[in-house]
C-alpha cells in the first residue's frame, strides 16, 4: 500500500502549490453562491413612484428610531426637502446615499462643484434610477444668484492700467553650459577585423565592442549562457535569433569548462530554468528519484517517453550523473 501511495500520489512542490490554489478557488467560489443565496437582499424592479415613496418613508422611520440623536427630516407627514449643494453627510445617509456616494458628492462640492437643477444629481456615481425617482420630489435647489454667476476673472481685464512686469530675458542666468564646456558623446570603440574572444568567458563590456552588437543583444547573450551552462557550439547563437555564420569570425569557443547539471540532488524549479529541460521532462527526473533514489546514467534516461534521441542528445553533455 504504502508502495502504491509512492508511485501513483505522488505530487511534485509545484503540483502540490497548484492544487492548493485550486482549493482556495473552489472553496471562494462556493462561498460567494451560498452568500449571494442566502444573506443578499432581493434587488427591487419596476418599482412605482408611490411605492418608492413608501419605502423611503420607512427607511427614514427606522433611521429615526435607531438614531434618536439625528436630526429629524420628517415635518407632520410630510418628507422634509433637502438641497444637495448644502446638506451634510448625515443628512445624505438618511436619504439612502451610500457612504461612498456621500464621499463622491462632497469632493464634487469641494472642486467647486454645484447641482444648478435635481436632474443634475442623476450625474453622481452609484445613483440608481429607483433611488432618484425616489429623492425626486424631496430635492429643493433654490435658484443660483446673479454674483454667483459672474466669478471674478483670473486674469487683469483688458481696460486696466495696471501691467505685469516680468524679468528681462538677458537677467535670468542660463542653467546650461557654454557649449564648448559640454561632454560630447563618444562613439563605442570596436575591435579591428580579425579580433577573436572567448565566447564562454567575455562580458558584456567586450561583446559592445563587436561591429553589430549593442547592450541589448550583449546582455542576451551573457543571460543564455548563463543560462545553459556555456556554449558548446556556435550554432547554438541561433536559439536567441543571431546569425552564428556572421559571428563566428569574432568568437573562439571553449567546451572544457561547461556548468553541468547535479541531476540526482536539483530541485524540479532548477531543472526547469534550463532552456532543454521542459515540465514533463524535470518531473520524470523528480519522479524516477523518488522511486529509486537516483538516476544511475544517461542510458536510464533513452528509455523514457518524455525525452526523444534529439532531445536527449542536446541536453545529455550538461548533465551530471553524480
Same mark, same amino acid.
Given at each position: 500500500m504504502k508502495r502504491f501511495i509512492q508511485e501513483y500520489l505522488f505530487f511534485t512542490p509545484f503540483e502540490r502549490r497548484g492544487i492548493a490554489v485550486l482549493a482556495l478557488l473552489l472553496f471562494i467560489t462556493f462561498g460567494v453562491g451560498y452568500w449571494r443565496k442566502h444573506y443578499r437582499q432581493p434587488q427591487v424592479e419596476g418599482m412605482t413612484d408611490s411605492v418608492a415613496h413608501e419605502v423611503l418613508k420607512s427607511l427614514l422611520e427606522h433611521e429615526r428610531n435607531d438614531h434618536p440623536r439625528r436630526q429629524r427630516l420628517a415635518i407632520g407627514d410630510h418628507l422634509a426637502s433637502f438641497n444637495p449643494n448644502e446638506a451634510d453627510s448625515a443628512t445624505l445617509a438618511a436619504y439612502g446615499f451610500k457612504p461612498w456616494m456621500i464621499r463622491n458628492l462632497m469632493k464634487y462640492r469641494a472642486k467647486g462643484g454645484r447641482f444648478k437643477k435635481p436632474n443634475d444629481l442623476r450625474r453622481l456615481y452609484g445613483m440608481t434610477d429607483t433611488l432618484y425617482t425616489a429623492l425626486e420630489p424631496y430635492?429643493?435647489?433654490?435658484?443660483?444668484?446673479?454674483?454667483?454667476?459672474?466669478?471674478?476673472?483670473?486674469?487683469?481685464?483688458?481696460?486696466?492700467?495696471?501691467?505685469?512686469?516680468?524679468?528681462?530675458?538677458?537677467?535670468?542666468?542660463?542653467?546650461?553650459?557654454?557649449?564648448?564646456?559640454?561632454?560630447?558623446?563618444?562613439?563605442?570603440?570596436?575591435?579591428?577585423?580579425?579580433?577573436?574572444?572567448?565566447? !564562454?568567458?567575455?562580458?558584456?563590456?567586450?561583446?559592445?565592442?563587436?561591429?553589430?552588437?549593442?547592450?541589448?543583444?550583449?546582455?542576451r547573450i551573457?543571460?543564455?549562457?548563463?543560462?545553459?551552462?556555456?556554449?558548446?557550439?556556435?550554432?547554438?547563437?541561433?536559439?536567441?535569433?543571431? !546569425?552564428?555564420?556572421?559571428?563566428?569570425?569574432w568568437f573562439t569557443l571553449d567546451t572544457t569548462a561547461l556548468s553541468k547539471l547535479p541531476v540526482n540532488s536539483l530541485p524540479m524549479k532548477q531543472l526547469m530554468a534550463h532552456p532543454y529541460l521542459n515540465f514533463r521532462q524535470a518531473k520524470a527526473i523528480l519522479t524516477y528519484r523518488q522511486r529509486h533514489k537516483r538516476i544511475p546514467s544517461i542510458e536510464v534516461m533513452a528509455q523514457w517517453e518524455e525525452f526523444t534521441p534529439n532531445e536527449l542528445q542536446r541536453v545529455a553533455p550538461y548533465l551530471l550523473f553524480d
Amino acid at each position: 500500500m504504502k508502495r502504491f501511495i509512492q508511485e501513483y500520489l505522488f505530487f511534485t512542490p509545484f503540483e502540490r502549490r497548484g492544487i492548493a490554489v485550486l482549493a482556495l478557488l473552489l472553496f471562494i467560489t462556493f462561498g460567494v453562491g451560498y452568500w449571494r443565496k442566502h444573506y443578499r437582499q432581493p434587488q427591487v424592479e419596476g418599482m412605482t413612484d408611490s411605492v418608492a415613496h413608501e419605502v423611503l418613508k420607512s427607511l427614514l422611520e427606522h433611521e429615526r428610531n435607531d438614531h434618536p440623536r439625528r436630526q429629524r427630516l420628517a415635518i407632520g407627514d410630510h418628507l422634509a426637502s433637502f438641497n444637495p449643494n448644502e446638506a451634510d453627510s448625515a443628512t445624505l445617509a438618511a436619504y439612502g446615499f451610500k457612504p461612498w456616494m456621500i464621499r463622491n458628492l462632497m469632493k464634487y462640492r469641494a472642486k467647486g462643484g454645484r447641482f444648478k437643477k435635481p436632474n443634475d444629481l442623476r450625474r453622481l456615481y452609484g445613483m440608481t434610477d429607483t433611488l432618484y425617482t425616489a429623492l425626486e420630489p424631496y430635492i429643493a435647489i433654490p435658484p443660483q444668484r446673479e454674483e454667483e454667476k459672474t466669478r471674478p476673472s483670473l486674469t487683469a481685464s483688458k481696460g486696466s492700467s495696471e501691467k505685469r512686469t516680468y524679468p528681462q530675458r538677458d537677467s535670468v542666468p542660463s542653467v546650461y553650459l557654454p557649449a564648448e564646456d559640454t561632454i560630447k558623446w563618444v562613439r563605442q570603440e570596436k575591435y579591428p577585423e580579425g579580433t577573436r574572444i572567448e565566447l !564562454n568567458l567575455c562580458d558584456t563590456t567586450a561583446l559592445k565592442k563587436i561591429p553589430g552588437i549593442g547592450s541589448y543583444t550583449a546582455r542576451r547573450i551573457v543571460e543564455y549562457r548563463a543560462r545553459l551552462g556555456g556554449y558548446r557550439q556556435l550554432r547554438q547563437l541561433r536559439e536567441i535569433r543571431l !546569425n552564428d555564420e556572421v559571428l563566428s569570425p569574432w568568437f573562439t569557443l571553449d567546451t572544457t569548462a561547461l556548468s553541468k547539471l547535479p541531476v540526482n540532488s536539483l530541485p524540479m524549479k532548477q531543472l526547469m530554468a534550463h532552456p532543454y529541460l521542459n515540465f514533463r521532462q524535470a518531473k520524470a527526473i523528480l519522479t524516477y528519484r523518488q522511486r529509486h533514489k537516483r538516476i544511475p546514467s544517461i542510458e536510464v534516461m533513452a528509455q523514457w517517453e518524455e525525452f526523444t534521441p534529439n532531445e536527449l542528445q542536446r541536453v545529455a553533455p550538461y548533465l551530471l550523473f553524480d
